[in-house]
């Protein structure tokens, strides 16, 4: 009844199913991936509980917990832990410090149901410490390879037929420009670091010789990478993506129209969705007003909207690869240009996808 585990890695690399009992706002703050939110006390419980300890001390404040979450409301929260439990018979429990509310939860899930349920030894404070400590370079066994290109070159694409790659903006939720949020937010910061420390733990796991990367900012969207972290990434080999405007214009239509609407589409509705996706557009454009100049401002946006408004009449939406076309060449492009001038670094192989994709799949970066 009282077992407890502190093998964090385990539960990391074989993905163990986690019941968190804290309170919802302290799950929204912070928790892990395979992680479900059942808490022993909802937020105001846990408000009055903390009053209670503030003002009366511990054992008061727990007799109020007891009196708070008693009869039917008990019933129900075992009933969600025992439903969690007959899907995931092997899940953990957690509280924040691995005390008070998960022993508790322990200790009633085997009254009601004679099951053991393993509890994290130290919580959830214990398990965050130790996914902050594998995000340092010196957790590191592989050789970082930055994958570089200019926008609308198919790099996450790319990343998604290899085994050994890490994608950060899909770690941060975040296609990583000012076109790159989607409808649902981004993690907070904190989900952000246990996710991309969950990735760096079971790629170290596997023993791969190399790590595949974008070549990424610090800041994807609102997360960031961890400052050692990225630098240790850009000490890394790089290798470039090189592909004609055509096939990038068609890269970025597919994904930031013809998907990006269906999703729209199937979120909200015909009407409504079509109209959600324009001012996602019209709102990331805006985000660039100021760095690309008010005159090719301009020209994008009457540019959108006039390929908008042909969509409307025509049901085509193919013009607007006219104004993304004006934005990879006179904006994103010579940008990257400079980066690349600016930085200097030497590029260890250059292709088109095909080739990067072969590169990496017969060379030496591989598992071995």
């Known amino acids: 009844m009282t077992s407890t585990c502190d093998d964090f890695e385990r539960i990391v690399i074989h993905e163990i199913p986690l019941i968190d009992v804290r309170a919802p706002i302290e799950f929204k703050k912070g928790a892990f991936l395979n992680a479900m939110n059942l808490p022993l006390m909802n937020d105001d419980e846990r408000h009055l509980v903390g009053i209670q300890y503030k ?19 008990r019933q129900a929260r075992v009933n969600a832990w025992t439903s969690h439990l007959n899907k995931h018979p092997n899940s953990m429990i957690y509280c924040f410090r691995g005390g008070m509310r998960s022993r508790i939860s322990q200790k009633w899930i085997f009254e009601a149901t004679g099951r053991e349920v393993t509890r994290l030894e130290g919580g959830y404070k214990a398990f965050r410490n130790y996914l902050l400590s594998k995000l340092s370079p010196s957790e590191q066994n592989s050789t970082p390879i930055l994958l570089g290109g200019n926008t609308g070159s198919g790099k996450t694409l790319l990343l998604k037929n290899l085994e050994n790659s890490i994608d950060l903006e899909g770690i941060a939720h975040h296609r990583g420009s000012s076109f790159g949020r989607y409808v649902t937010p981004q993690p907070t910061q904190i989900n952000f670091e246990n996710n991309l420390a969950y990735a760096l733990i079971q790629h170290k796991h596997k023993a791969y010789r190399y790590m595949i990367l974008e070549d990424e900012s610090p800041n994807i969207g609102r997360c960031f990478i961890p400052k050692p972290l990225v630098e240790y990434f850009r000490c890394g080999l790089f290798v470039l993506i090189d ?7 068609n890269i970025t239509m597919n994904e930031y129209v013809i998907q990006s609407q269906a999703y729209y589409l199937e979120l909200f509705g015909e009407e409504q969705g079509l109209l959600e996706w324009a001012n996602y557009i019209r ?9 690309i100049g008010g005159d090719l401002y301009k020209r994008v946006m009457d540019s959108f909207e006039l390929a908008y408004k042909e969509q409307g009449l025509s049901g085509s939406n193919s013009m607007h690869k006219n104004w993304i076309e004006i934005l990879l060449k006179e ?3 010579p940008m990257y240009e400079y980066q690349i001038q600016k930085n200097s670094r030497e590029i260890f192989f250059r292709g088109n996808a ?6 990496f799949k017969i060379s030496h970066c591989g598992k071995f």
């Open 243 to 249: 592909l004609s405007i055509k096939e990038r214009v």
């Open 331 to 333: 904006y994103y492009d």
């Open 55 to 73: 003002e009366k001390g511990n054992e008061e404040a727990v007799k109020l917990g007891h009196q708070l979450v008693s009869g039917e409301k």
């Open 283 to 291: 709102d990331s454009i805006n985000r660039v007003k100021k760095r």
């Open 354 to 359: 095909e080739e990067v994709l072969g590169y």
